[in-house]
């Protein structure tokens, strides 16, 4: 069977993200740091002291002690120690950090230290995800909202510090949970964004979206759907469509094509299997859904997926 019973966990389980914490900053006195940009998503911690986010084309934004930030697949970003930083002399993070820290200024007691990651996913999918999110969440140390981040971030603080043995696994699980947190936050307090996550906040096309991932091999029709709203056939198609950015069928038909190509990337399953998993009553119609969403048949997707997959990687000396 593919799907789960929760939308968000089966996004981040399609996504199967890749989880890289760090470089870290700890600086103090007149200081700015530029980050690399990131295709999919980044998030970042001040764990001590205080600091400005600056993004191309935003006024900067003060982060405090406990602030967290998600950025949706940014370009290079810096972050100072004062709005008015010169982002042209800001000092590169990767290039200058040392054991995955990157001093600016002398060592102190009391200097800022920002811990910054990065997820990235695979590439076929990341779209579920990145499509619905904004440029820029911070969640505040003092929002209710955050009260699970500083549960897990102190626990991922705590293993960057340690350096122990097992680390890197233990850093991704942590990291991956604070992604969720991070997007429960936005989704909570966000009811105005388009997209199935702030959606989900919604009782009714809420609620539909939970039945659709609990099993998407259904024949789902209009009439069931808003049934499991509890809403007539045109107010849940209406409000499904300015919640979530589509109607609910090509949500559906879009949800399934993800899973596919994900089946036929690492599964084993028949192309005549994958199509009843996904609710096809024939494998030509499976494929003729396959083909208007994704472009190519699923035999040629699946494919060149495995011709990709036993290309050697370039080794450089």
């Not at 929760?6 to 470089?23: K, M, N, S």
């Not at 935003?58 to 998600?70: C, N, Q, T």
């Not at 200097?111 to 969440?137: H, I, K, M, Q």
């Not at 969720?180 to 199935?196: I, P, Q, S």
């Amino acid at each position: 069977m593919l799907g789960f019973r929760d939308p968000v966990a089966d996004a981040i389980g399609l996504l199967r993200p890749r989880t890289t914490i760090g470089p870290s900053v700890r600086a103090t006195g007149e200081w700015a740091a530029r980050f690399d940009g990131c295709a999919h998503v980044k998030i970042g911690l001040v764990v001590r002291g205080s600091c400005w986010l600056t993004l191309r084309g935003r006024e900067p934004v003060p982060l405090e002690k406990g602030d967290y930030y998600l950025l949706g697949a940014p370009g290079p970003y810096v972050l100072s120690g004062s709005p008015g930083a010169d982002p042209g002399t800001a000092v590169p993070v990767r290039e200058s950090a040392v054991d995955g820290v990157a001093r600016l200024g002398p060592e102190a007691e009391d200097d800022t230290y920002v811990c910054d990651g990065r997820f990235t996913f695979e590439d076929a999918n990341a779209s579920v995800l990145t499509d619905v999110l904004p440029d820029l969440v911070v969640i505040r140390a003092d929002d209710r909202r955050g009260r699970h981040l500083a549960l897990v971030s102190e626990l991922l603080v705590g293993e960057l510090d340690a350096a122990a043995v097992g680390g890197p696994l233990v850093l991704n699980h942590l990291g991956q949970i604070m992604l969720v947190h991070m997007l429960r936050a936005h989704a909570d307090r966000d009811d105005t964004t388009a997209g199935w996550l702030c959606a989900l906040t919604d009782d009714a096309v809420g609620a539909a979206l939970r039945a659709l991932h609990a099993d998407v091999a259904r024949p789902w029709t209009l009439r069931e759907l808003a049934d499991t709203a509890h809403m007539s056939r045109s107010a849940f198609a209406q409000a499904f469509r300015s919640r979530v950015g589509m109607p609910p069928l090509e949500y559906l038909v879009q949800w399934r094509m993800g899973l596919a190509r994900d089946a036929l990337r690492h599964g084993t399953l028949s192309i005549s299997e994958l199509a009843s998993a996904t609710g096809y009553g024939s494998e030509s119609a499976f494929s003729t859904a396959f083909r208007r969403v994704v472009g190519v048949s699923p035999a040629k997707f699946r494919a060149g997926e495995r011709a990709a997959a036993r290309e050697p990687e370039h080794l450089t000396a």
